[in-house]
Nanobody, 122 residues
Framework: MQLVESGGGLVQPGGSLRLSCAAS????????MGWFRQVPGKEREFVST????????YYADSVKGRFAISRDNSKNTVDLQMNNLNPEDTAVYYC????????????????WGQGTQVTVSS
């Protein structure tokens, strides 16, 4: 499976961005997909995940109420709408597929995209 992210860029604090991830290739698409992010010198962290049916969604506390995840299974895409962005949201954002929750905030995913840079700065 290949995952390609798009939609990153530079935005001012308080602004919005919408990230999109397109999946292709031979794989089981009926799996949990999600978004993670990483800043230099830190471990990659969980942002949000969504189940195949789209009815079960999880968010990191730091993004609750500001970010919204969605997926279109007819197009094999998953989006992340990010609102009210702040400089602490600056990171490389990665799309992932085949994610499993091991508890304690720990997720492991089978497939990863290359990432897209999001920079929040005035």
């Amino acid at each position: 499976m290949q995952l390609v992210e798009s939609g990153g860029g530079l935005v001012q604090p308080g602004g919005s961005l919408r990230l999109s991830c397109a999946a292709s290739g031979r794989a089981d698409y009926k799996r949990v997909m999600g978004w993670f992010r990483q800043v230099p010198g830190k471990e990659r962290e969980f942002v949000s995940t969504i189940a195949w049916a789209g009815t079960i969604k999880y968010y990191a506390d730091s993004v609750k109420g500001r970010f919204a995840i969605s997926r279109d299974n007819s197009k094999n895409t998953v989006d992340l709408q990010m609102n009210n962005l702040n400089p602490e949201d600056t990171a490389v954002y990665y799309c992932a597929n085949g994610c499993i929750n091991y508890g304690g905030g720990r997720w492991e995913c089978e497939y990863w995209g290359q990432g897209t840079q999001v920079t929040v700065s005035s």
